[in-house]
């Protein structure tokens, strides 16, 4: 089932949580709405399930507004970041729950819903774990135990706030692996917050990645990190090195340093930030010209297939104050070519250099 | 010996036992063990004769029946009490928190001088009552209410605790599993409340069955009426009846303490029904 919404905004008190949001997710898609925290994901995800109302906008499900339908209604699946698992009742019995609280006339028999629980306990492979209680499961089993009793209602769209945030980072890899496969098996149009970028990359179909209330960009994993629409984009994915500058001809003037730069329809003059990942950057040695910025070598990381090298820059350095940090990472030959060494100045010179107007780039210091 | 010896974090187990034993003996079994003691000077006969007098009969279901109905009331409308102070902000809300444990406070016969005030039939109260045909002071209707007075703040402060602890996503999920209001209160809240609210029910009722000061003056005590099982224990002292009056007293403490046993069970077994005692 496709979900829409159209133009949500809510506000707790003077903050904004949500700023005029609308978005489609197609059906049986798995999208990741992925931001910092306080970026809203998680009320837009409980104004989709109806836990939360929005002071304005709609929520369509299958093209029918259900703004106005309680969450009981709107037969969502929800899954919580902390399992909110019934503690007082077996894992037997909170699967059940779903069934068990039908009107009377819609109510499967007893008999019927011990099937269908059996039936998801080996979906979600803990058949053998009926009888316990919550108190007495793994984290990961938890989820896993609240996934099955979400799916028990057979909802129509399933919702996981966070699902993976309060498991260890083994558990972690392990679930969002089988959660991508069941996803596969079940086709459900399926949304997940996270904060966690290499999650949502790995396991979605799509990718919405939100900041204060806004969503900054919507595609396939490989066209958010690929081609990031934004600064915020290019900040959030993956770790990045930026420099602040003015146009100057073909080039970037970043302090008293030239930074070459592709073709572009900057106007000259204007304040930019440009971005580059580690593996766009190469160190040369410092020959007493101005272009590439210069940087010194702190620390080198050899280990592994490729180099990462930790460098401080120089521009713009007055006394006390330490340089801005950047990463750089080089094949083993490349280093040795360098001959590098801690403490030793070079200049960093980007392959592939990406250049935002300045005011729109306020997102990305962080 | 030593090889067994096994450490635990905080020391002293056999001193913090001993001490235990001896005080409990101490300030509670000794003091139970002389009624016991004093109820042994009469005879079978004269013991029955004592504790299956018609008016002493009559107090026991007054005092047992009015502290039960007491505590049921208490346990209903504490919980609810409990659920706004904790649910919901309003103004005053840590004034209404305080005036719960005033009835603790309050020296009871104040309580009791302050109800009848009310409730007598030219009373606040009492002068409205009165016209509809019902009366409260002099009744046991009186009774129950200064049990209900003096209960409160037992139920309130032991549910109190728990329900904080309650995640409001637990009904969030219950509600997006399609609960309505009633099946969510039914299956998932009252099942976490309930081991509390039966210890508030228990020691609300334990409080109203061993309360003297505030029923007097609203009970009128009249004989077989509005006479409490204390009050009949009091009036055998002031006859220099020793021996009576703890022949009463004995069969007090027996029904309470079975009473107390039976919520106690209730008690264990809900907590093993719902695992957590295991």
């Not at chain 1, 109510?107 to 492979?125: D, H, M, N």
Request: glycine share 8%; charged share 20%.
């Amino acid at each position: 089932m496709s979900i829409q919404v159209r133009n949500i905004r809510k506000t707790f008190g003077d903050f904004i949580a949500l700023d005029d949001v609308s978005l489609d997710f197609p059906a049986g898609e798995l999208v990741a709405l992925l931001g910092p925290s306080g970026c809203g994901k998680t009320t837009l995800l409980r104004i989709i399930a109806g836990l939360e109302q929005a002071d304005a906008g709609r929520v369509m499900l299958d093209g029918a507004d259900a703004s106005g339908t309680h969450v009981r209604e709107r037969q969502v699946g929800f899954v919580f970041q902390h399992y909110a698992l019934f503690r007082h009742m077996t894992v037997f019995d909170n699967v059940a729950f779903g069934m068990r609280m039908k009107p009377r006339g819609q109510r499967p028999s007893e008999k019927e819903t011990r099937t269908k629980v059996e039936e998801l306990l080996t979906l979600v492979q803990l058949e053998w774990l009926a009888d316990r209680f919550p108190a007495q499961l793994s984290g990961g089993q938890r989820q896993r135990i609240a996934l099955a009793r979400a799916l028990a209602v057979e909802p129509r769209v399933l919702l996981l706030d966070e699902p993976f945030g309060a498991l260890d980072a083994k558990v972690r890899k392990e679930l969002r692996r089988w959660l991508r496969k069941l996803h596969d098996e079940l086709h459900i149009t399926s949304i997940f917050v996270t904060h966690d970028q290499e999650e949502a990359l790995e396991v979605a179909d799509r990718v919405v990645l939100m900041d204060r209330g806004h969503v900054e960009q919507i595609g396939t994993p490989e066209e958010v990190y690929r081609q990031p629409a934004t600064p915020f984009v290019y900040g959030f994915l993956g770790s990045v090195n930026f420099f602040h500058g003015r146009v100057d001809g073909g080039n970037l003037r970043v302090g008293e340093d030239l930074l070459p730069h592709a073709p572009h329809e900057l106007d000259a003059g204007s304040e930019v930030i440009a971005f580059a990942r580690p593996h766009e950057l190469d160190l040369v040695p410092d020959t007493h010209t101005d272009t590439g910025v210069a940087a010194r070598v702190m620390r080198i990381h050899a280990f592994g297939v490729s180099v990462r090298v930790e460098l401080e820059g120089l521009n713009g350095l007055s006394g006390m104050s330490s340089g801005q940090h950047f990463e750089v990472e080089l094949t083993q030959q490349r280093v040795a070519e360098l001959a590098l060494a801690e403490g030793q100045n070079v200049r960093l010179l980007p392959s592939r250099l990406k250049v935002f107007q300045r005011n729109d780039a306020i997102g990305a210091s962080a | 010996m030593a090889a067994a010896q096994t450490f635990r974090v905080l020391p002293g187990f056999r001193l913090t036992l001993g001490y235990t034993l001896a005080y409990l003996s101490l300030i509670v079994l000794l003091p139970l063990a002389t009624v016991f003691l004093k109820t042994a000077s009469l005879s079978a006969a004269e013991f029955w004769n004592v504790i299956s007098a018609p008016r002493v009969v009559a107090s026991y279901k007054l005092s047992f029946g009015v502290s039960l109905a007491a505590a049921a009331i208490n346990a209903v409308f504490g919980l609810m009490l409990a659920w706004s102070l904790v649910r919901y902000g309003f103004p005053g809300k840590r004034f209404v928190d305080a005036l719960i444990d005033l009835p603790f406070a309050l020296p009871t016969a104040v309580a009791g001088i302050a109800l009848t005030a009310l409730y007598a039939k030219n009373g606040w109260i009492g002068q409205y009552l009165d016209p509809l045909g019902i009366q409260v002071a002099f009744k046991p209707l009186g009774v129950l209410v200064a049990l209900v007075f003096i209960g409160l703040p037992f139920v309130v402060r032991t549910v109190q605790p728990i329900l904080e602890d309650l995640d409001t996503e637990l009904e969030d999920a219950a509600a997006s599993l399609g609960a309505g209001r009633w099946q969510i209160f039914r299956h998932v809240i009252l099942p976490v409340l309930l081991p509390a609210l039966l210890t508030g029910f228990a020691l609300a009722f334990a409080r109203a069955v061993g309360e003297y000061g505030s029923v007097i003056f609203i009970a009128g005590n009249i004989p077989m009426v509005s006479e409490i099982t204390p009050l009949m224990i009091i009036t055998k002292l002031e006859q220099y009846d020793y021996a009576g009056a703890t022949a009463i007293a004995v069969v007090m403490l027996v029904l309470s303490f079975l009473l107390l046993l039976l919520i106690n069970g209730l008690q264990a077994w809900t907590a093993r029904r719902t695992g957590r005692d295991r």
